[in-house]
């Protein structure tokens, strides 16, 4: 009966710390510079597209847009920030520039290679930040939302 019970109480255990192990969310290893708060990061490529030629803009208030350039906010996620930069022409959006987005290790540079770009192309399809996130962008997906809002508002501004 002894034995029974130690048998069970170490299986418990084991379990117990088993499901309280904290594994990594990355398997790269950190960036040397990335410790250091006195180096400048590195900002992420800029990425530029332009409307299609074709079609109108479907959401109202699309004309009331001024035209200029406007950077929104820098959007603070868990991942680095992500920061957009809208330019207006005849009241349409006409490009979107992702001035800064995650690339602390190689994943982050993979995910957003494939979601900046369908997020700056929904953008100028939609004229607006009424747009779809990127499945498994999610991070990404939210700051890029909210900094595009954030240059929107001020391309709104009176």
Do not use: C
Not at 31 to 55: L, Q
Request: aromatic residues 4%.
């Amino acid at each position: 009966m002894r034995r029974i019970l130690l048998w069970f109480l170490t299986t418990v255990s084991t379990v117990v710390l088993l499901f309280g192990y904290k594994t990594s969310t990355s398997s790269a290893l950190p960036d040397e510079t990335a410790t250091d708060p006195t180096t400048p990061r590195a900002a992420a490529p800029t990425t530029t597209s332009t409307p299609p030629t074709t079609g109108s803009p479907s959401t109202a208030g699309a004309a009331a847009l001024r035209a200029g350039q406007f950077t929104g906010d820098a959007a603070d996620t868990r991942w680095g920030p992500v920061q957009t930069r809208i330019t207006v022409a005849n009241g349409r959006i006409t490009a979107v520039d992702v001035v800064e987005a995650p690339s602390g290790n190689a994943k982050d540079r993979a995910i957003n290679a494939d979601a900046v770009p369908t997020l700056v192309d929904e953008t100028l399809q939609a004229q607006g930040a009424d747009i779809d996130m990127v499945s498994g962008a999610t991070v990404t997906s939210t700051g890029y939302l909210e900094s595009l809002q954030s240059a929107l508002d001020q391309a709104h501004a009176a």
